[in-house]
């Protein structure tokens, strides 16, 4: 169901949208510019909220486009809303126009006047100034680089084979995924000061504080770290958090930059893992064809990181699932930083840029029998990661690119190769599999909305 209909919002915002009615018909130009993409008749004041219905957004918005077209206007309040769902539309958006449309757009929560988020780490600065290039180089040089993740092999190794069936989350990290679902969740719940700028700044509905006792709450986890760090400046140890503080971070900087890495790895990883076990178990061909492949390439009882690139039908598993389910069916909100013509039509200023993949992904037009989980269409497709072909860009592309990839592609199949290699998954009362609901919601990141629920058994000696 839409967040926006799930919510209390409907008085309030009628009441809050007759007041920004009655200021911008004062304030409005009456001169007129160069068309603007087709879209859906927006309804006064409310825009277009209401004609989202009860599906998760990305679906919403998809339907729309089915009838509107690839590159289509909607309003969320008086919020210009421009949607691409097209691979010739992500392209116009993410690479020929990546410079004008690089703006991050920002939840009015996050950037609250002393905020302790607000342009601190990469995913919401809102423009791609300074700040935001030296966060990228920090990020790509001391914790995504080939030569540190390469160096890190080992402890990712003992981390999936030592932690795999630990569910209680015992030690330091208590707590630790409770509160980034917590977090996330509430990031995800809509705001009035973002269907109507002209209350931005205003914290109407509380949720900054909210978010803050439960950012509080996760920063405490590493809060003697990083006192640590500090305190040990020429002690030999480099990591990230020491890179951090090396680098001149401030105390809010480092806790929003951990929290980003934290919330974007746990939300993201886990549920990529639960769409690809869900997908398996209902594909009993596909599971089959995974463990012929691991018989065929995996030699004694553990699986290495270095065996990956051995598993070309386990890559193609991912990849059909970050198809058929991205953890961002939407990317993350772009900004427009200023007025571009596209595709023939006039990007508005501040227009909230979104691209549908969930829609690219689903289109028959592109994909054959897209709704299908077929990890056979990857096997020599020569579709990878880059974001370069527009069809397939589950991290994204150009500027705004996920700087994550390099570590997920190594550390999603390994976790799940490992799920498949050591145990049998059935369902309780032997559930048909081809029954679970796959039905999903979609606050930040796309889960789904029945967790699944399944019994593993050992298939093979368990070696710690």
């Known amino acids: 169901m839409s967040p ?22 004062l304030t409005t130009s009456s001169k007129k510019g160069s068309p603007l993409p087709p879209g859906p008749r927006p309804w006064p004041i409310v825009g277009n909220i209401f004609q989202l219905g009860k599906s998760p957004v990305h679906i919403s918005l998809a339907n729309l486009a089915q009838v509107h077209g690839p590159l289509m206007l909607v309003k969320f309040g008086t919020r210009p ?86 569910f209680e989350g015992k030690g330091i990290g208590e707590g630790l995924v409770e509160n980034i679902r917590k977090y996330s969740a ?11 700028p002209i209350l931005s700044g205003w914290d109407l509905q509380r949720y900054y504080k909210k978010l803050m006792d439960v950012f509080e709450k996760v920063c405490g986890i590493w809060a003697d770290l990083i006192k640590e760090q500090r305190e040990q400046r020429n002690d030999g140890r480099r990591d990230f958090a020491k890179a951090l503080v090396e680098s001149g971070f401030s105390h809010n900087q480092i806790n929003a930059v951990l929290m ?3 919330s974007a790895g746990i939300e993201s990883t ?5 769409w690809a076990l869900t997908e398996l178990l209902r594909n009993p061909k596909a599971m089959q064809n995974l463990r012929q492949e691991f018989a065929k390439e995996i030699n004694g009882d553990i699986i290495r990181e270095t065996d990956l690139s051995r598993l070309p039908y386990l890559e193609a598993c991912l990849k059909e699932t970050l198809r058929l389910h991205p953890p961002g069916p939407l990317l993350l909100p772009h900004r427009a930083m200023e007025t571009c013509e596209m595709m023939g039509y006039t990007i508005p200023k501040d227009s909230q840029i979104l691209v549908n993949m969930w829609a690219i992904a689903r289109d028959p037009k592109i994909w054959d029998d897209p709704l299908k989980f077929k990890p056979e269409r990857f096997l020599s497709s020569g579709l990878d990661y880059m974001g370069a072909n527009f069809a397939f860009i589950p991290f994204g592309s150009g500027r705004r690119f996920c700087m994550g990839q390099p570590l997920v592609s190594r550390v999603v199949p390994h976790i799940l190769a490992s799920l498949v290699y050591y145990f049998e998954w059935t369902l309780p009362g032997n559930l048909d599999p081809t029954l679970i609901d796959m039905t999903d919601k979609f606050d930040v990141t796309m889960l789904k909305e029945q967790r699944l629920c399944v019994i593993p058994k050992l298939r093979r000696p368990f070696i710690n």
Do not use: W
């Not at 886990?270 to 639960?274: K, L």
């Open 4 to 25: 926006i209909l799930e919510t209390n919002l409907f008085f309030p915002l009628i009441a809050l949208s007759l007041l920004y009615l009655i200021i911008s018909k």
């Open 81 to 166: 809303i421009i949607v691409g769902s097209s691979p010739a539309a992500a392209r116009e958006i993410l690479q020929i126009h990546d410079r004008a449309l690089s703006g991050r757009h920002v939840s009015n929560p996050l950037q609250i006047k002393g905020s302790k988020i607000h342009n601190l780490a990469l995913a919401f600065v809102d423009s791609c100034h300074d700040h935001f290039k030296r966060l990228k180089s920090v990020y790509k040089g001391e914790l995504f680089s080939s030569k540190i993740l390469d160096a890190q092999t080992e402890v990712r190794e003992n981390k999936i084979m030592g932690d795999l069936v630990d």
């Open 186 to 196: 509430l990031g995800g719940i809509p705001q009035l000061a973002d269907m109507f």
């Open 260 to 262: 980003e890495v934290f």
């Open 270 to 274: 886990s549920a990529t893992i639960e």
